[in-house]
């Protein structure tokens, strides 16, 4: 393996070791996959709506009223390095559904030098994760759902292969328009590794509640992150205090939705925004905002966010279905 090619991928994983305690394996996973989650911090497992990428957040989220959608979205992350995700989803009978979706990670061109510097050619860096959904309504208002992944890296002439799964619960009262998410993330190690050693993939335990306000058009999204541990690793050795510990727990976000063919929404990663805190500049480290809009059978969404201290992240994604409206 080349030095220069160590370099990138080393800058492309900073992100991933802020954010996950431990040594983990393909931490692009943990990069937010549905525009409208990422407009809202980049973490959400309670949130509402018929849009299927927030399947990938939690599979307790699909139902059967996703029959024949057809979602794909692109996040910018850094330099030329960018992830598309696509998924389909069909129903299946009156209270079950499943989908098929694809997680495609590229890191641009990259020129391949020896020790001298003299340039070989170009290097491939890809990650690759196919994933499975079925979900299923366990009463009128609790889901559960489950996705089973198979992971596969090729850097250069290295590759690893992995499995995992997430578990997923939702629970929805539409009279109240509350909902509550539970999700078990990426549990699972590789089963072909890089080195020698086998390593697990970058797993996590996620609550949330989304509350729509009685009188206004408005959404709270809350949700806790990183439930498996309690401290986090910190750069100066030292342990924090309960407060800011538990803050770095949270996710907020916020969603005006004035019709059903708009919304627009803020969200705030704390943990994130503390991670890359610079006394100057970075500013907006853990802000993210974004925008959707649905015309006629389509829907086009928009966020911004700041995973890195050296870039701002943009996402794209369009959705469709093909089911027959309802009259």
């Given at each position: 393996m080349q030095k220069r090619f160590f370099i990138f991928i080393l800058f492309f994983q900073t992100f991933s070791l802020l954010a996950q305690e431990g040594k983990t394996s393909f931490d692009y996973l943990l990069l937010p996959v549905s525009n409208r989650s990422a407009a809202?911090?980049?973490?959400?497992?309670?949130?509402?709506?018929?849009?299927?990428?927030?399947?990938?957040?939690?599979?307790?989220?699909?139902?059967?009223?996703?029959?024949l959608n057809l979602s794909a979205s692109y996040l910018s992350y850094i330099a030329d390095v960018g992830m598309g995700n696509v998924i389909f989803t069909k129903?299946?009978?009156?209270?079950?559904?499943?989908?098929?979706?694809?997680?495609?990670?590229?890191?641009?061109?990259?020129?391949?030098?020896?020790e001298l510097d003299n340039i070989n050619g170009e290097l491939n860096a890809t990650d690759i994760c196919g994933n499975i959904f079925v979900a299923r309504d366990l009463t009128e208002k609790l889901r559960g759902g489950i996705t089973a992944k198979f992971l596969y890296s090729n850097y250069y002439h290295n590759t690893a292969i992995g499995l995992g799964v997430d578990l997923g619960l939702s629970y929805y009262d539409s009279d109240k328009n509350f909902s509550i998410g539970l999700a078990g993330k990426n549990l699972g190690r590789q089963i072909k590794s890089y080195e020698e050693e086998l390593v697990a993939l970058p797993w996590d335990i996620q609550f949330g509640f989304t509350k729509k306000l009685n009188h206004?058009?408005?959404?709270?999204?809350?949700t806790a992150i990183y439930l498996k541990q309690?401290?986090?690793?910190h750069i100066y050795k030292k342990e924090e205090a309960f407060f800011l510990t538990l803050l770095k727990h949270f996710v907020i976000g916020v969603d005006l939705i004035p019709s059903d063919n708009f919304w627009i929404g803020f969200g705030y990663n704390i943990k994130r925004g503390s991670d890359m805190y610079l006394k100057e500049g970075n500013k907006l480290g853990g802000f993210s905002i974004g925008a959707g809009l649905k015309v006629k059978y389509f829907s086009f969404g928009c966020s911004i966010g700041k995973y890195h201290t050296s870039a701002t992240s943009f996402m794209l994604n369009i959705s469709t279905s093909f089911a027959e409206p309802e009259l």
């Open positions: 809202l911090g980049g973490n959400n497992v309670s949130l509402i709506e018929n849009d299927a990428l927030l399947v990938f957040n939690n599979p307790g989220l699909l139902g059967n009223e996703m029959n129903s299946m009978g009156e209270r079950s559904a499943w989908g098929v979706g694809v997680n495609y990670v590229h890191f641009g061109k990259m020129i391949e030098t020896d206004a058009p408005i959404r709270i999204s809350t309690w401290q986090f690793d």
